[in-house]
């Protein structure tokens, strides 16, 4: 819930109550200052702030009216009657609320906040692709820019990216762009999977005998993709005890020696729902803080040497400043919108 207080006391009041074990006094105040402000704005402007579940805790456990994985977000962002949202988040989950919703002012409070897996394929690799594969259906996960998704039939997110593949009734479909969260859905659904070959005169099809159901890309998160089984191995050595979970972007080695995997907003269920002494997040950082800050009880583990950059972009300053300046507007060229718009509602309406 979003802290909504008269003054910047019961501001200050409201935060210590959920922060005071993970901010120091001074620096609470000077956030509950900016949360104040932010909220009084919001108002002023008839906005909704949309918070990805990797903002960090002074952010995430304060203004977001909805905090959520990319899923839940963008159920939201087509749902809202506000005149403005406000996306603090990436810039492709901005562009998915703005592709849903044409007739809002879509604010990414960060100029570029981008995402290595959006820019690991341009519309023109899914043109290729689809001329290498004809008739193949392109399923696309969110992490994509407009352009992309307007190649695509359906979207897909890590919270229903399994459930999106078996509801399309197809011997082979195209998945993008991301190798692990490819990986890990064949795994899961029990296909094969290739990868075509970029050559100097463009992309070819593998040099390979077998059958297969699943085509993907080569593309990666920078963050996941630094998780290893060793690092799996190291934490369970010192802790035995320790419940790991894991993104579906790391690698099907990775999630194979995890305890769980799934989207953001699942692994925070699960950690809510399973009763363990200690838990290690194989994720951003932050969210193991907000976590931590919601459940004192649980014990979060965490690699925080490894975090993600484009996340990181969006504070509590920047938020006002968007909010103060209306910046930075997103804005998606209405052909390619509309076709964008087809991929993302075929993936709200199977789940
Ligand atoms: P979720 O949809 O699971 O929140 O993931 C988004 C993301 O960018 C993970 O790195
Ligand atoms: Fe992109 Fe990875 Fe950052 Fe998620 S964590 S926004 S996939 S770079």
Not at 115 to 120: D, F, G
Not at 183 to 206: C, D, H, Q, S, W
Not at 217 to 238: A, L, S, Y
């Amino acid at each position: 819930m979003p802290i909504d207080e008269p003054t910047i006391q019961a501001t200050f009041e409201q935060m210590q109550k959920r922060l005071a074990k993970l901010l120091p006094k001074a620096e609470l105040y000077e956030k509950a200052r900016l949360v104040y402000e932010i909220n009084r704005l919001k108002k002023e402007r008839n906005a909704v702030i949309l918070g990805h579940n990797y903002m960090e805790p002074a952010l995430y456990t304060t203004i977001p009216d909805f905090a959520g994985d990319s899923l839940e977000l963008s159920r939201k962002a087509a749902e809202t009657d506000k005149d403005v949202i406000v996306f603090c988040g990436v810039r492709f989950m901005a562009e998915t609320a703005k592709i849903l919703s044409p007739d809002k002012t879509v604010l990414l409070p960060a100029k570029k906040a981008g995402c290595s897996l959006a820019e690991s394929i341009t519309a023109e690799d899914v043109r290729e692709l689809k001329k290498l594969y004809p008739g193949v259906p392109v399923v696309t996960y969110v992490n994509t820019y407009a352009d992309v998704k307007a190649e695509s039939d359906y979207c897909c997110t890590s919270g229903n990216a399994h459930k999106v593949i078996e509801h399309i009734d197809a011997d082979k479909v195209i998945f993008l762009p991301d190798e692990y969260l490819a990986g890990n859905v064949a795994k899961e659904t029990g296909k094969t999977i290739v990868f075509p070959v970029k050559g100097a005169t463009g992309l070819r099809k593998p040099e390979s005998n077998i059958e297969y159901a699943m085509i993907g890309w080569k593309g990666r998160c920078e963050v996941h993709e630094q998780f290893t089984v060793e690092d799996i191995e190291n934490v369970r050595k010192q802790f035995p005890d320790v419940v790991i979970l894991a993104h579906p972007e790391c690698s099907p080695e990775v999630t194979a020696a995890s305890d769980f995997s799934g989207s953001t907003s699942a692994m925070i269920k699960y950690v809510q729902d399973v009763k363990a002494d200690r838990y290690l997040l194989l994720t951003e950082c932050s969210m193991g803080d907000n976590i931590a800050a919601e459940n004192p009880q649980k014990e979060m583990l965490r690699l925080c040497s490894v975090r993600c950059p484009h996340m990181n972009e969006i504070t509590l300053e920047d938020t006002l400043a968007s909010l103060q300046n209306m910046q930075y507007q997103i804005e998606v060229p209405e052909d390619i919108r509309i076709k964008a718009r087809r991929a993302v509602e075929r993936m709200l309406e199977i789940v």
